[in-house]
Protein backbone atom coordinates (compact mmCIF):
# COMPACT_ATOMS: atom_id res chain seq x y z
CA UNK A 1 0.00 0.00 0.00
CA UNK A 2 1.46 3.23 -0.88
CA UNK A 3 2.61 5.48 1.93
CA UNK A 4 1.66 9.48 1.86
CA UNK A 5 4.34 11.78 1.97
CA UNK A 6 3.91 15.20 4.33
CA UNK A 7 6.48 17.47 1.78
CA UNK A 8 9.33 17.18 -0.61
CA UNK A 9 12.73 17.59 1.10
CA UNK A 10 14.43 17.95 -2.03
CA UNK A 11 14.87 17.90 -5.69
CA UNK A 12 18.09 16.85 -7.33
CA UNK A 13 18.35 17.04 -10.88
CA UNK A 14 21.96 16.04 -13.00
CA UNK A 15 20.82 15.99 -16.44
CA UNK A 16 19.78 20.08 -16.87
CA UNK A 17 20.79 21.81 -20.00
CA UNK A 18 22.39 18.69 -21.83
CA UNK A 19 24.08 17.27 -18.26
CA UNK A 20 26.30 20.83 -18.00
CA UNK A 21 24.68 21.51 -15.12
CA UNK A 22 23.80 19.64 -11.35
CA UNK A 23 20.72 20.75 -9.40
CA UNK A 24 20.60 19.89 -5.66
CA UNK A 25 17.76 22.05 -3.97
CA UNK A 26 17.18 21.43 0.05
CA UNK A 27 13.26 22.22 0.37
CA UNK A 28 11.25 23.61 3.32
CA UNK A 29 8.24 22.17 4.28
CA UNK A 30 5.97 25.30 3.82
CA UNK A 31 7.04 27.60 1.15
CA UNK A 32 10.30 27.33 -1.17
CA UNK A 33 10.75 30.64 -3.85
CA UNK A 34 13.24 30.17 -6.77
CA UNK A 35 14.43 33.35 -8.13
CA UNK A 36 16.83 34.14 -11.00
CA UNK A 37 17.00 35.97 -13.80
CA UNK A 38 15.60 35.24 -17.12
CA UNK A 39 16.87 32.24 -18.74
CA UNK A 40 18.94 30.57 -16.23
CA UNK A 41 16.81 27.48 -15.70
CA UNK A 42 13.88 28.15 -13.07
CA UNK A 43 10.92 27.63 -15.16
CA UNK A 44 12.76 24.02 -16.31
CA UNK A 45 13.42 23.23 -12.72
CA UNK A 46 10.20 23.46 -11.76
CA UNK A 47 8.63 21.76 -14.78
CA UNK A 48 10.71 18.88 -15.05
CA UNK A 49 10.12 18.00 -11.41
CA UNK A 50 6.28 18.45 -11.55
CA UNK A 51 6.83 15.93 -15.00
CA UNK A 52 8.61 13.41 -12.62
CA UNK A 53 5.66 13.36 -10.37
CA UNK A 54 3.17 13.04 -12.92
CA UNK A 55 4.70 10.06 -14.15
CA UNK A 56 4.94 8.44 -10.97
CA UNK A 57 1.37 8.96 -10.14
CA UNK A 58 0.28 7.93 -13.09
CA UNK A 59 2.77 5.04 -12.75
CA UNK A 60 4.17 5.01 -15.94
CA UNK A 61 7.86 4.06 -14.27
CA UNK A 62 8.10 2.71 -11.74
CA UNK A 63 11.90 3.54 -11.70
CA UNK A 64 14.37 5.91 -12.39
CA UNK A 65 11.40 8.39 -14.10
CA UNK A 66 12.16 11.39 -15.94
CA UNK A 67 15.67 10.75 -16.56
CA UNK A 68 18.25 12.53 -14.12
CA UNK A 69 15.42 13.83 -11.50
CA UNK A 70 15.43 12.21 -8.07
CA UNK A 71 13.09 13.45 -5.36
CA UNK A 72 12.84 12.77 -2.06
CA UNK A 73 10.26 12.61 0.13
CA UNK A 74 9.27 13.44 3.71
CA UNK A 75 9.04 10.75 5.60
CA UNK A 76 11.84 8.98 3.47
CA UNK A 77 9.90 6.04 2.80
CA UNK A 78 6.82 7.67 1.40
CA UNK A 79 6.40 6.50 -2.19
CA UNK A 80 3.69 9.18 -2.92
CA UNK A 81 2.22 12.36 -2.61
CA UNK A 82 0.23 14.80 -3.32
CA UNK A 83 0.16 17.44 -6.14
CA UNK A 84 -0.78 20.06 -8.24
CA UNK A 85 0.65 22.28 -11.24
CA UNK A 86 -0.21 25.93 -11.99
CA UNK A 87 0.30 27.12 -15.46
CA UNK A 88 -0.06 31.28 -14.90
CA UNK A 89 -0.11 32.19 -18.70
CA UNK A 90 -3.16 32.67 -20.22
CA UNK A 91 -2.45 31.13 -23.90
CA UNK A 92 -5.01 30.17 -26.05
CA UNK A 93 -5.65 26.29 -26.26
CA UNK A 94 -5.64 24.33 -29.60
CA UNK A 95 -9.15 23.53 -30.75
CA UNK A 96 -10.86 25.16 -28.25
CA UNK A 97 -13.81 24.74 -30.49
CA UNK A 98 -13.71 20.71 -29.83
CA UNK A 99 -12.75 21.29 -26.36
CA UNK A 100 -16.08 23.93 -25.72
CA UNK A 101 -18.16 21.19 -27.72
CA UNK A 102 -16.50 18.54 -24.79
CA UNK A 103 -17.21 20.52 -22.03
CA UNK A 104 -20.34 22.71 -22.50
CA UNK A 105 -17.95 25.69 -21.50
CA UNK A 106 -16.56 28.70 -23.07
CA UNK A 107 -12.93 27.69 -22.90
CA UNK A 108 -10.70 29.41 -24.84
CA UNK A 109 -7.75 29.18 -22.73
CA UNK A 110 -5.29 27.25 -20.55
CA UNK A 111 -6.49 28.95 -17.35
CA UNK A 112 -10.08 28.43 -18.55
CA UNK A 113 -9.19 24.97 -19.33
CA UNK A 114 -7.47 24.86 -15.63
CA UNK A 115 -11.18 26.34 -14.48
CA UNK A 116 -13.11 24.01 -16.14
CA UNK A 117 -11.34 21.22 -14.19
CA UNK A 118 -11.32 22.71 -11.26
CA UNK A 119 -15.20 23.22 -11.34
CA UNK A 120 -15.29 19.25 -11.63
CA UNK A 121 -13.50 19.07 -8.44
CA UNK A 122 -15.21 21.64 -6.87
CA UNK A 123 -18.67 19.58 -6.98
CA UNK A 124 -16.82 16.42 -5.57
CA UNK A 125 -15.25 18.41 -3.35
CA UNK A 126 -18.98 19.87 -1.78
CA UNK A 127 -19.90 15.94 -2.35
CA UNK A 128 -17.17 15.13 -0.04
CA UNK A 129 -17.68 17.63 2.77
CA UNK A 130 -21.33 17.41 2.73
CA UNK A 131 -21.38 13.53 3.54
CA UNK A 132 -19.32 14.34 6.46
CA UNK A 133 -21.61 16.84 8.11
CA UNK A 134 -24.29 13.96 7.40
CA UNK A 135 -22.17 11.43 9.02
CA UNK A 136 -21.32 13.37 11.74
CA UNK A 137 -24.89 15.01 12.24
CA UNK A 138 -26.60 11.02 12.62
CA UNK A 139 -23.69 10.47 14.76
CA UNK A 140 -25.70 11.27 17.42
CA UNK A 141 -22.32 12.78 19.49
CA UNK A 142 -22.38 16.33 20.36
CA UNK A 143 -18.72 16.78 19.40
CA UNK A 144 -19.63 15.56 16.27
CA UNK A 145 -22.77 17.54 15.75
CA UNK A 146 -20.12 20.88 16.55
CA UNK A 147 -17.24 18.93 14.55
CA UNK A 148 -20.15 19.61 11.56
CA UNK A 149 -20.41 22.97 11.93
CA UNK A 150 -16.61 23.50 11.46
CA UNK A 151 -16.48 21.73 7.85
CA UNK A 152 -17.98 24.39 5.55
CA UNK A 153 -15.49 26.88 7.47
CA UNK A 154 -12.71 26.76 4.47
CA UNK A 155 -15.67 27.07 1.55
CA UNK A 156 -17.26 30.25 3.10
CA UNK A 157 -13.77 31.60 3.75
CA UNK A 158 -12.77 31.00 -0.02
CA UNK A 159 -15.38 32.44 -1.06
CA UNK A 160 -15.31 35.74 1.19
CA UNK A 161 -11.45 36.13 0.24
CA UNK A 162 -12.77 36.15 -3.07
CA UNK A 163 -15.34 38.39 -2.62
CA UNK A 164 -12.86 40.85 -1.14
CA UNK A 165 -10.57 40.29 -3.68
CA UNK A 166 -12.78 40.95 -6.45
CA UNK A 167 -14.58 43.81 -4.52
CA UNK A 168 -12.91 47.13 -7.02
CA UNK A 169 -15.09 45.29 -9.76
CA UNK A 170 -18.17 44.22 -7.83
CA UNK A 171 -18.07 40.60 -8.38
CA UNK A 172 -19.31 38.77 -5.97
CA UNK A 173 -19.37 34.04 -5.89
CA UNK A 174 -23.03 32.89 -6.39
CA UNK A 175 -23.26 30.96 -3.02
CA UNK A 176 -26.35 29.08 -3.97
CA UNK A 177 -25.04 27.41 -7.34
CA UNK A 178 -23.09 24.40 -7.32
CA UNK A 179 -20.35 25.64 -9.30
CA UNK A 180 -18.67 28.92 -9.24
CA UNK A 181 -20.39 31.80 -11.02
CA UNK A 182 -20.66 35.40 -10.21
CA UNK A 183 -22.79 38.56 -9.77
CA UNK A 184 -22.17 42.00 -11.12
CA UNK A 185 -24.58 44.85 -10.96
CA UNK A 186 -27.17 42.27 -11.13
CA UNK A 187 -25.80 40.10 -13.85
CA UNK A 188 -24.20 36.30 -13.94
CA UNK A 189 -20.91 36.48 -15.39
CA UNK A 190 -19.27 33.12 -16.37
CA UNK A 191 -15.15 32.83 -14.59
CA UNK A 192 -14.31 32.48 -18.12
CA UNK A 193 -15.65 35.60 -18.30
CA UNK A 194 -13.07 37.32 -15.47
CA UNK A 195 -10.02 39.19 -16.59
CA UNK A 196 -6.55 37.20 -16.96
CA UNK A 197 -5.42 38.11 -13.63
CA UNK A 198 -9.10 37.13 -11.93
CA UNK A 199 -8.85 33.78 -13.51
CA UNK A 200 -5.74 32.96 -12.69
CA UNK A 201 -6.24 34.28 -8.95
CA UNK A 202 -9.30 31.80 -8.99
CA UNK A 203 -7.12 29.07 -9.90
CA UNK A 204 -4.44 29.23 -7.45
CA UNK A 205 -6.99 29.58 -4.69
CA UNK A 206 -9.50 27.39 -5.65
CA UNK A 207 -6.48 24.57 -5.86
CA UNK A 208 -6.09 25.50 -2.18
CA UNK A 209 -9.25 24.98 -1.46
CA UNK A 210 -10.01 21.65 -3.14
CA UNK A 211 -6.94 20.24 -1.31
CA UNK A 212 -9.14 20.18 1.81
CA UNK A 213 -6.17 21.19 4.48
CA UNK A 214 -4.52 17.83 3.56
CA UNK A 215 -0.49 17.61 2.62
CA UNK A 216 -0.04 18.46 -0.61
CA UNK A 217 2.54 20.10 -3.35
CA UNK A 218 1.88 23.15 -4.84
CA UNK A 219 3.96 23.73 -8.46
CA UNK A 220 3.48 27.34 -9.33
CA UNK A 221 6.09 29.00 -12.31
CA UNK A 222 5.59 32.66 -12.45
CA UNK A 223 2.36 32.78 -10.53
CA UNK A 224 2.76 36.65 -10.43
CA UNK A 225 1.85 37.16 -14.27
CA UNK A 226 -1.21 39.14 -14.63
CA UNK A 227 -1.63 40.09 -10.90
CA UNK A 228 -1.71 43.76 -9.51
CA UNK A 229 0.62 44.09 -6.95
CA UNK A 230 -1.56 44.11 -3.81
CA UNK A 231 -2.22 40.14 -4.79
CA UNK A 232 1.08 39.51 -5.37
CA UNK A 233 1.72 40.64 -1.71
CA UNK A 234 -0.88 38.25 -0.27
CA UNK A 235 -0.77 35.23 -2.54
CA UNK A 236 1.57 33.14 -0.59
CA UNK A 237 -0.73 34.10 3.00
CA UNK A 238 -3.89 33.47 0.92
CA UNK A 239 -2.78 30.41 -0.13
CA UNK A 240 -1.68 29.16 3.72
CA UNK A 241 -4.76 30.59 4.88
CA UNK A 242 -6.71 28.07 2.83
CA UNK A 243 -4.62 25.14 3.14
CA UNK A 244 -2.00 25.37 6.01
CA UNK A 245 -0.76 22.10 4.98
CA UNK A 246 0.36 22.94 1.70
CA UNK A 247 3.86 22.99 0.62
CA UNK A 248 4.20 25.72 -2.04
CA UNK A 249 7.22 25.45 -4.78
CA UNK A 250 7.39 28.33 -7.17
CA UNK A 251 9.53 30.14 -9.42
CA UNK A 252 9.30 34.38 -9.66
CA UNK A 253 10.66 37.61 -10.83
CA UNK A 254 8.23 39.85 -8.96
CA UNK A 255 10.12 41.23 -5.50
CA UNK A 256 6.14 41.86 -3.95
CA UNK A 257 5.19 37.53 -3.88
CA UNK A 258 7.85 38.08 -0.89
CA UNK A 259 6.75 41.40 0.69
CA UNK A 260 5.13 40.12 3.01
CA UNK A 261 7.22 38.14 5.33
CA UNK A 262 8.61 35.37 3.34
CA UNK A 263 12.06 37.01 2.54
CA UNK A 264 14.22 34.04 4.27
CA UNK A 265 12.41 31.43 1.86
CA UNK A 266 13.75 32.81 -1.21
CA UNK A 267 17.13 30.68 -2.85
CA UNK A 268 18.98 32.32 -5.80
CA UNK A 269 19.01 29.51 -8.92
CA UNK A 270 22.94 30.11 -8.75
CA UNK A 271 22.96 28.74 -4.74
CA UNK A 272 21.73 25.45 -6.25
CA UNK A 273 23.03 24.84 -9.38
CA UNK A 274 26.75 23.71 -10.14
CA UNK A 275 28.56 22.82 -13.04
Known sequence: MDKQAQYIKSIEIDSLWGKHKHVFWELRPDVNI???SNGVGK????????????????NIVTSNPQEGVHIEFYPQDATTITFDVISCVDRPVINSEALARVSGADVRTELDWQ???LQRRFLNYQVNIGNRIISLLTS?????????????KPKKMFQDMIDELFAQTAKTILRDRNEIYFSQYGEVISPYLLSSGEKQLLVILLTALVQESRPAVLFMDEPEVSLHIEWQQRLISLIRTLNPNVQIILCTHSPAIIMDGWMDAVTEISEIVKE
Open 43 to 58: STIINRSAAHLRIMHD
Open 34 to 36: LSG
Open 115 to 117: LYN
Open 140 to 152: GNADDQRLAAEIT
